[in-house]
């Protein structure tokens, strides 16, 4: 009688299948992202359009050289101070608000294209009188309107309006803390107020049968 075998030898896979079988996972990930190939494919053809990868190898071959130049050329003075500036111009970016800005800039735009298209030689009737009358000219009146809001805004203590932009934010802040504070505590209270209801609800059930006991 033949012994029940107790050891199973698995089958290896070959070489040859291990490379199908990677191939056919290396297939299938292409065919599912076929569209993303595609556009790789496409942003590479344009990139090499533009030698971009030419001049990557370049710096690479040469890369001690454009690492000696650029530490040069950050370690002088002016390449320093041109990069505070820069800083210091994207925090003052930070710190306008410009949907503010933007009626100011059309304002500017307009003032600019009417001075690019005045032409001063060959009129007549300037001085004085020409001066009077077009201080009549509403464009003009409101012109020196929005000059003179620049230059009180120009001429504000911008320490004292901070104070005041804080402490109208803090008030806004506890009025709101208030309002919130409010709401939960009615919130709280109405179950109370829903057991005096139903409470005077009972009672006022429970008189005609007081006062029939009364009666009898």
């Known amino acids: 009688m033949a012994k029940a075998t107790k050891v199973i030898h698995r089958m ?15 297939e299938s990930v292409l065919l599912e992202n076929k569209e993303v190939v595609a556009d790789t494919f496409e942003i590479m053809k344009g990139l090499q359009d533009w030698e971009v990868f030419n001049t990557l190898n370049a710096l690479l071959k040469e890369g001690d050289a454009v690492l000696e130049r650029l530490v040069t050329a950050v370690d002088n003075a002016d390449t320093t101070q041109s990069i505070k500036n820069m800083l210091l111009m ?10 503010e800005v933007e009626p100011i800039v059309l304002k500017m735009n307009t003032a600019f294209s009417q001075v690019a298209e005045y032409e001063h030689y060959g009129k007549e009737g300037g001085g004085y009188p020409a001066l ?4 009549k000219d509403p464009e003009v009146i409101e012109g020196m309107n929005v000059l003179m809001a620049f230059l009180k805004g120009f001429g504000a203590n911008q320490e004292h309006r901070e104070k005041m932009e804080d402490r109208d934010a803090k008030l806004q802040h506890d009025s709101e803390k208030a309002v919130s504070g409010t709401r939960v505590s009615r919130r709280t209270s109405s179950p109370s107020n829903k057991w005096y209801v139903a409470a005077a609800g009972v009672s006022l059930l429970a008189l005609p049968f007081i006062f029939k006991k009364q009666g009898s």
């Open 90 to 99: 994207f925090s003052v970016l930070g710190k306008l608000d410009m949907e």
């Open 132 to 135: 009077l009358r077009s201080m």
């Open 12 to 26: 290896e896979p070959s070489e040859e299948e291990l490379r199908q079988r990677d191939w056919e996972e290396i």
